[in-house]
C-alpha cells in the first residue's frame, strides 16, 4: 500500500487557471514533507514542511501542510506554460532522511 | 543541478552486462541517494550513504550495487541480476537535513 498518494495523477489547465495539487500521507514518524517540480529531468526543490498551518510562499506557488488530516497542498495561482511539469510530493519519516515518493501529478498548462 | 553531477546522460546496455553510473557531487554533502523512476511512477529508492565507507539498501536494491569510498562519489553498478534495469536514474545529495538536491539523471536503456 503507497505511503504518499498524490492526486489527481494528471490535470489539464489553461494559462490563468488557479490548481491545487494534493498530497496525502500515512507514516508512522512524520518528519517532513517536500515538494519537487521535474521537468523532465531532475526534480528540483520547491518546498519542505514541517508544522501544520503555516504556509510556504515562492511567487506564485504556495503550499501549506494538515498534519492533523495528514495531508498536504500545493497551489498555482495564474498558471503559465512553464509551469507544465511533474509535481512531485515526498515524506521524510524517523531519522534515517529516506524520502518516501508519491507518483507525482502531471500538471499540463496550455496557452 | 547544484553541484551534483551524473554520467553518462544516455546509457545502452546489452542483457547480460554490468553497467556503472557515476555520481559526484562538490557541495560536501554527507548523504547521498540513487533512487531508480520508471514512467509514471515516482522515485524509488535504491540505496543511500549517510558517511564515507558506509551504505545502505533502500527498497529496491536487489540486482544493485554501490560504493562509497569518498565523500564526493557514489557510482551505482546495475547488475545482470536487476531483471528490468531499463529506467531514469537519478542521484541525490543532502546535507543531515530532509532537503535533497538531484542530478540530471542517467537514462539507461537495456537493448
Known amino acids: 500500500e503507497d505511503k504518499v498518494v498524490q492526486s489527481p495523477l494528471s490535470l489539464v489547465v489553461h494559462e490563468g487557471d488557479t490548481v491545487t495539487l494534493n498530497c496525502s500521507y500515512e507514516v508512522t514518524n512524520f518528519r517532513s514533507l517536500l515538494w519537487y517540480k521535474q521537468e523532465k529531468k531532475a526534480p528540483t526543490f520547491l518546498f519542505m514542511l514541517t508544522s501544520s498551518g503555516i504556509e510556504k510562499k515562492s511567487g506564485r506557488l504556495s503550499s501549506i501542510l494538515d498534519k492533523k488530516e495528514l495531508f498536504s497542498i500545493l497551489n498555482i495561482t495564474a498558471t503559465q506554460t512553464g509551469d507544465s511539469a511533474v509535481y512531485l510530493c515526498?515524506?521524510?519519516?524517523?531519522?534515517?532522511?529516506?524520502?518516501?515518493f508519491g507518483k507525482g501529478t502531471l500538471l499540463t498548462v496550455n496557452p | 543541478d547544484g553541484g551534483i553531477t551524473q554520467s553518462p546522460k544516455y546509457l545502452f546496455r546489452k542483457e547480460g552486462q554490468n553497467v556503472t553510473l557515476s555520481c559526484e557531487q562538490n557541495?560536501?554533502?554527507?548523504?547521498m541517494y540513487w533512487y531508480r523512476q520508471d514512467p509514471g511512477q515516482g522515485l524509488r529508492l535504491i540505496y543511500y550513504?549517510?558517511?564515507?565507507?558506509?551504505?545502505q539498501k533502500g527498497d529496491i536494491a536487489e540486482g544493485y550495487s554501490v560504493s562509497r569510498e569518498k565523500k564526493e562519489s557514489f557510482p551505482l553498478t546495475v547488475t545482470s541480476a536487476q531483471k528490468n534495469p531499463t529506467a531514469f536514474y537519478l542521484c541525490?545529495?543532502?546535507?543531515?537535513?530532509?532537503?535533497?538536491?538531484f542530478g540530471p539523471g542517467t537514462r539507461l536503456t537495456v537493448l
Open positions: 515526498a515524506v521524510v519519516e524517523g531519522s534515517n532522511y529516506k524520502l518516501t
Open positions: 541525490a545529495a543532502g546535507e543531515r537535513t530532509d532537503t535533497q538536491y
Open positions: 557541495l560536501n554533502h554527507d548523504a
Open positions: 550513504s549517510q558517511i564515507v565507507n558506509d551504505f
